[in-house]
């Protein structure tokens, strides 16, 4: 395998589709909307604006779908990465439900996108995912499917032990829900995909410009960035878990948090002594395992969360301990790459859309839940600018809370711990 060096070595790197170096800003340029970030929550919304009929300029610090959108797991499923019992308790129940049918239409696009652009490369799987649990609570699973369907009308599929056991070669699973709606695919390339129709209905796009800041006292707003600025009537920041200082109103509402992702070699019949299924997998635990089988033979394995952005010495070995702890069949499976990327979170655990006092329009802190809502976020703020739309309102109540730097990360990185300790208890509890 080869990978394009300009991105980390990723799975999806590795497997990229062309993609074209764009050229860096160089002077100045008038439009009417600049789109600051290339990853999928700045594409998608630079799409639905060129479908408007606008002109829009998007500027991106390194390489399009560089960050978490890039390089993440590839699940596409509803819901948010809050709890959908805590969204209705801060935005009450018809609230919730609205939320969480957008989060479904956000899935929809996404796969509809990938159709109709014909998108090959972004390697659709329509395989479903699968939820495990590692404790025997068959009740509480039977009431989390019971509860999904009569309140949000999501219909998840109970797998008790027997039939998990057919599928994942693993003592550590005990029952599961199924959810068909979900799939998977390959985020990098549909992002490249996003946008090659994005240039091709006129809009222009930016690499390797980082903007420094955004002059927003008076009408045009100016983004001033490396090699050049952009006067536009409405600006877009969608930086994710990189945005920096310059936006303080934004980056102090949100943490950036690391997960990590490993590929192994091509493991031949081995794999099916532990994983018999192409669903997508992950499991109960606060900061889940995930997992999928990509090119048939290859386990792409994710896990961990950290609000340490820089990435753990011997990452490999800690992801392949991680999976050999779960399939022991597994053992001696070489890892062929492993990476991290930085997520973003509010303290609330909601996307964080809207406009903020200074007029900048912003879309981030999508979480570990990025797949389906950044489809979510880039319509509702086309919409909102093109049309006037006033739908991205639904996320008022989940505004831009200060998270306190580093009094918010010392608080995650707590309570990352007290779950864990949480999880062993339980599965402890499990195994007696
Ligand atoms: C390892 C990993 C696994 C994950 N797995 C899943 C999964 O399976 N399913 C799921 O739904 N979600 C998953 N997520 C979460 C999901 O990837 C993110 O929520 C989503 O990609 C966020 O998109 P974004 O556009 O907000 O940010 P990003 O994709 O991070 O894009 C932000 C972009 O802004 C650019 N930028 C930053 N600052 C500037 C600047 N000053 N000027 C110009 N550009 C700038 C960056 O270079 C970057 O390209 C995962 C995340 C990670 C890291």
Excluded at 325 to 352: D, F, I
Aim: charged fraction near 20%; aromatic fraction near 10%.
């Amino acid at each position: 395998m080869a990978w394009s060096m300009a991105y980390p070595d990723t799975y999806y790197a590795r497997t990229i589709a062309p993609a074209p170096e764009r050229t860096k800003l160089d002077g100045g340029l008038r439009t009417e909307i600049c789109v600051v970030g290339a990853g999928l929550a700045g594409l998608t919304t630079a799409l639905e604006l060129a479908r408007a009929g606008r002109t829009v300029v998007l500027v991106e610090a390194d390489r399009i779908a560089w960050g978490a959108s890039g390089r993440n797991g590839g699940f596409v499923s509803s819901g948010y990465a809050c709890s959908m019992a805590s969204v209705a308790a801060r935005a009450g129940p018809d609230h919730a439900r609205a939320l969480f049918d957008l989060s479904v239409d956000g899935v929809e696009y996404v796969r509809g996108t990938i159709a109709a652009l014909g998108l090959a490369d972004a390697q659709i799987s329509e395989a479903g995912c699968l939820g495990v649990i590692r404790y025997d609570d068959r009740d509480a699973m039977l009431r989390q499917r019971d509860a999904a369907l009569a309140d949000y009308g999501e219909t998840l599929e109970y797998w008790p032990q027997d039939r998990i056991a057919r599928s994942l070669s693993s003592t550590c699973y005990h029952h599961g829900l199924f959810d068909a709606r979900a799939f998977q695919f390959h985020p990098l390339n549909y992002a490249l995909g996003l946008a090659a129709e994005f240039e091709r209905l006129g809009g222009l796009v930016f690499e390797k410009t980082a903007v420094r800041s955004v002059e927003s006292g008076t009408r045009p707003l100016k983004v001033i960035a490396d090699g050049g600025t952009v006067t536009a009537d409405h600006v877009v920041i969608a930086c994710g878990g990189y945005t920096g200082p310059q936006f303080k109103t934004l980056s102090r509402a949100i943490l950036p948090v690391a997960t990590y992702v490993m590929l192994t070699e091509p493991l031949g019949d081995r794999l099916h002594e532990a994983i018999r299924t192409e669903a997508a997998i992950f499991d109960d635990r606060w900061a889940a395992d995930y997992y999928r089988v990509v090119d048939g033979d290859r386990v792409l394995w994710g896990g961990h969360i950290t609000t340490a952005t820089r990435e753990p010495r011997r990452l490999a070995d800690r992801l392949y301990r991680d999976m050999v702890a779960v399939y022991p069949q597994l053992e001696g499976a070489r890892v062929e790459a492993a990476w991290s990327g930085l997520m973003s979170y509010a303290l609330h655990r909601m996307p964080q859309i809207g406009r903020s006092p200074d007029g900048l329009w912003y879309a981030q802190a999508f979480g570990g839940h990025g797949m389906n809502t950044t489809a979510v976020a880039g319509q509702l703020i086309a919409g909102a600018i093109a049309a006037g739309d006033d739908r991205w309102r639904l996320f008022e109540p989940f505004g831009l809370d200060r998270t306190w730097g580093g009094l918010g990360r010392t608080g995650v990185q707590a309570t990352y711990w007290t779950y864990r300790v949480r999880d062993w208890w339980q599965e402890r509890g499990a195994g007696q």
